[in-house]
């Protein structure tokens, strides 16, 4: 079990966590510790138990979650997102077209060997809340967003804005 783990976890949960968590090394470390991590037949056996890792938002440690607890929670850190009905292809395509048609020849480029069209959502569990509530990141990784993105960042970072409300510290 990660270390300070149990002290994040419901009262009800902490046992059954606590011992799924023992039985799950004493099936996958017998004797001499191996070589080589067996992460496959840990991440087998926690799913066999029915349990879902997130990683912690704030500290270096991992949450272990019942399926049922994670997807409730999941469930309520996906409503603070508004829904999209776009199609992510079409999105892309008619982007790809508006950069042709304004000659960013190397940006078209970029976009059309990004292998994803759309955002992917991960979770982090904020261990310093009370419930381990649920954190959902959107990441572009591996996405055309991201290309368009640093673009923008890179032009934008060359104008010099007057920022009335800035504080020097």
């Not at 056996?45 to 991992?62: F, M, P, S, W, Y």
């Not at 079409?90 to 508006?98: D, E, I, M, P, S």
């Not at 020849?105 to 509530?133: D, I």
């Amino acid at each position: 079990m990660v270390p300070g783990v149990p002290s994040f976890m419901c009262e009800q949960y902490l046992e059954r966590a606590l011992v799924n968590g023992v039985g799950c090394l004493l099936r996958t470390v017998r004797g001499k510790p191996p070589k080589k991590t067996p992460f496959g037949q840990i991440v087998k056996c926690l799913i066999d138990k029915g349990l879902t890792v997130v990683q912690a938002d704030k500290e270096r440690c991992l949450v272990v979650l019942p399926q049922g607890m994670f997807d409730e929670k999941a469930n309520k850190a996906i409503q603070n997102f508004k829904p999209s009905h776009d199609i992510p292809r079409k999105q892309k395509a008619g982007f790809v077209r508006l950069l042709k048609s304004i000659s960013l020849e190397q940006l078209r480029k970029a976009l059309t060997k990004a292998k994803k069209s759309y955002l992917q959502v991960f979770f982090t569990g904020n261990t310093h809340k009370p419930g381990c509530q649920l954190t959902g990141i959107i990441s572009e990784r591996g996405t055309w967003q991201k290309d368009v993105t640093l673009y923008l960042q890179r032009i934008l970072r060359k104008l010099a804005l007057k920022d009335h409300f800035l504080v020097r510290s």
